[in-house]
């Protein structure tokens, strides 16, 4: 299996480029993945294909993978434009679903990014399908996890919440930037208590978060107005 990372470049500038590094040195020793590349390495090779490209605003990708049987391993990087996200997502919000589809404790290729996304494809072609943006998932044992490819995020009672890193979920790197700005404002935030069904639908807002489409407010989840 190979692991990767996504980012954005804004102004030619990785954000959080140090924390998708770490996020991605420990999916590849997780999985016990044999790279042949250092940070360094990582950091200026990424730098000369944002360059190469001539590119200011950029999503840019790592992807490590072991390579062929008995061949060295390989690394990827690309850099393209930064889609033209539509105005309509952030001024007005947009609409989830609820995929059928779970997630479980105890999978290992939960809250990691590695190639194995089929359900993840699945469920976002759910969406698709019934003319909304994101499928959120819960696990086996109904507590709320994820959307596709964000994180989710609950406003309930003055509180900002997000589901725990062990339920299990990907340890966003946008997710965590929201926690620590909502540290530094003052905003009372848990990301220890596991959230249900009712949290998400008593929650007076939910945004998604996600490191190249950043903040995203949802207003309908199925059927229902946040």
Known sequence: SAVFTTMLASRGT???FDRHLKRLSDNVNVLGLDVDITTAQLVSGMYAVIDANGLSEARCRITLTPGPPGRK????????????YPAAWYRD????????LKQFPGDPMA???????LPRILARR???AKGTEEALWFTTDNHLAEAC???VFLVR???VRTPPKDTPVLPGVTREAVLELCGERGIPA???RPLTVDDMLAAEEVFLTSATMGIRPVVRIEKHRV
């Open 93 to 100: 919000g947009i609409a989830v679903v609820v995929t059928s």
């Open 73 to 84: 391993p390989v690394t990827l990087m690309t850099a393209d434009p930064l889609p033209d």
């Open 149 to 151: 490819f964000s994180n």
């Open 111 to 117: 809250g990691r990014k590695t190639s194995c996304y």
């Open 190 to 192: 848990d990301e220890k």
């Open 157 to 159: 009672d003055g509180t």
């Open 14 to 16: 990785v954000f959080r």
């Open 126 to 128: 759910e969406a698709a």
